[in-house]
């Protein structure tokens, strides 16, 4: 099964027009530093409280004592054939920077490029009918937007949110003796890589979806836990990227338990048969050298550690005392795949899998 409502007769697989899908159209990290290298600095005002500085999930600019508004963008080419699914993806994966600061969401702005010689105004709705439908779900409107006609079908949003500065949450703020807990299951890039070559079966699709459109919400919540001193989401450059960001802007090390990570169920099997992002490789030539294996990592494995997440969950590091409470307040809010997958040590910045 590759979509839930058919497209109009004549039109091409989304899939089919987008040389990477979702988060893994991200440019690899190690050429991504090399870009960022080259641009100037510009003077930090005081009031902007979280900047490019760590690779943080989105900007805080400070309005007032208790207020900070909130900013992130993001966008990609399509990961799934159906529009509406498509769309409510590529929103649900946007609004998520929002909560992984701790804010939450105020209003979106649309980002939309389209082959209009391609694909029908019909589909193009749908597209835009499937993001409206993840912001009416987080509360929010699309407040306006912009569109361009494009070689390759691309969508998603702005989204703008609110926190009280005392409550932000960076990826840099982790502390030694923290627990990691992450809240949804690997594999997302793999299932992708499986959908496109028409191998990921009915069951596979529905466990996708209801893992990519389901919101961050325990974020805001999360971030007023005095014990919880970190967070981020993981998506494009995979759980060992992601995880990796956080031990630099911590200078510390961490040390993830393998075991204990959560998988979507065929994850590890669609692997094994060879459904594994181009993104996936290209994380892990950026990042691998910073990696320690302490245990025998399977090609497989080493895939899923690098594989590109869209719209993926939530990694918090918290005091051990708070896991527990941290636990409780993401299965409240279905996030039932949640656990504890690893610590944060004294050791040099760096990532070890044991």
Known sequence: MTQTAPIPAGEPRLTSLSHGGGCGCKIAPGVLSGILRGTSALPVPEALLVGIETSDDAAVYQLNEHQAIVATTDFFMPIVDDPEDFGRIAATNAISDVYAMGATPIFALALVGMPINVLSVETIGRILEGGSQACRAAGIPIAGGHTIDSVEAIYGLVALGVVDPAHVKKNAAARAGDVLVFGKPLGVGVYSAALKKGKLNAAG???????????????????RLPGVHAMTDVTG??????????????????????????????????????????????????????????????????????????????????????????????????????????????????????
Not at 299 to 327: I, K, M, N, R, Y
Request: hydrophobic content about 45%.
């Open 205 to 223: 699709y529905r466990e996708m979806i209801g893992t990519t459109t389901r919101l961050n919400t325990p974020g805001p919540r999360l971030a």
């Open 237 to 354: 450059f995979g759980l060992g990227g992601h995880a990796l960001e956080m031990a630099r802007g911590a200078g510390l090390g961490i040390r993830i338990d393998w075991a204990a990570v959560p998988m979507l169920a065929g994850a590890v099997a669609l692997a094994g048969e060879g459904f594994v992002t181009g993104a996936s490789g290209r994380n892990l030539a950026s990042y691998g050298a910073e990696i320690a294996f302490a245990r025998e990592m399977s090609s497989v494995d080493q895939a899923l550690l690098s594989d590109p997440q869209t719209s993926g969950g939530l990694l918090v590091a918290c005091a051990p005392e708070a896991a527990d409470e941290v636990l409780r307040i993401f299965r409240e809010d279905g996030f039932s795949e949640a656990a504890v997958i690893g610590r944060v040590g004294e050791a040099a910045p760096g990532l070890t899998i044991v």
